[in-house]
T-cell receptor
């Protein structure tokens, strides 16, 4: 079942922050975050496995609220290199298939 | 080394042709995946191999035939494709089916 991602697109100036949300109507085992630049393959950012877990990768971090089946990706002090489409992927508690959300296009401008 | 390689990079084929896509990883991963991605859409799962056995086939038409000759290689055999099959075909691998996936650069397929 495809998770719901929001917003669909966001435009930022360098140094600004943004939050991307991902939610599921079913119990999740894990949430994955990927970034894909135009014409390239998706690149793994981080995986979250437990409720309330947070992880970080430079100035990109994420949280997973297991009770709400929601995850958020935080882009802090955005850089031009953060531009791309961000996909969350979810694995259900009783499955191992990764289903991707529709994606959020992030554009960071100088 | 988190590299997954795919060949060819681009492929143009007619509807009566037979061709194959190849994917290789040397990370010791035991799960390998084929995805199809259309422009401005998320990757769509086609097949999952776990320990060289097909574990998921997402109701993919039989004109797509996967093969996993060994733990490092994954092929996708194509036959009698339709123009709507034109897309980016991505291969991914993971340590196991519950782990993060690493994607190859993809094969851009055009069916004429």
């Amino acid at each position: 079942q495809q998770p719901v991602q929001s917003p669909q697109a966001v435009i930022l100036r360098e140094g600004e922050d943004a939050v991307i949300n991902c939610s599921s109507s079913k119990a999740l085992y894990s949430v994955h975050w990927y970034r894909q630049k135009h014409g390239e393959a998706p690149v793994f950012l981080m995986i979250l496995l437990k409720g309330g877990e947070q992880k970080g990768h430079e100035k990109i971090s994420a949280s997973f609220n297991e009770k709400k089946q929601q995850s958020s990706l935080y882009l802090t002090a955005s850089q031009l290199s953060y531009s791309g489409t961000y996909f969350c992927g979810t694995v259900l508690a009783n499955d191992y298939k990764l289903s991707f959300g529709a994606g959020t296009t992030v554009t960071v401008r100088a | 080394d988190t590299e997954v390689t795919q060949t060819p990079k681009h492929l143009v084929m007619g509807m009566t042709n037979k061709k194959s896509l190849k994917c290789e990883q040397h990370m010791g991963h035991r799960a390998m995946y084929w995805y199809k991605q259309k422009a401005k859409k998320p990757p769509e799962l086609m097949f999952v191999y776990s320990y060289e056995k097909l574990s998921i086939n997402e109701s993919v038409p039989s004109r797509f035939s996967p093969e996993c000759p060994n733990s490092s290689l994954l092929n996708l055999h194509l036959h009698a494709l339709q123009p709507e099959d034109s897309a980016l075909y991505l291969c991914a691998s993971a340590a196991g089916t519950s782990y993060e996936q690493y994607f190859g650069p993809g094969t851009r397929l055009t069916v004429t």
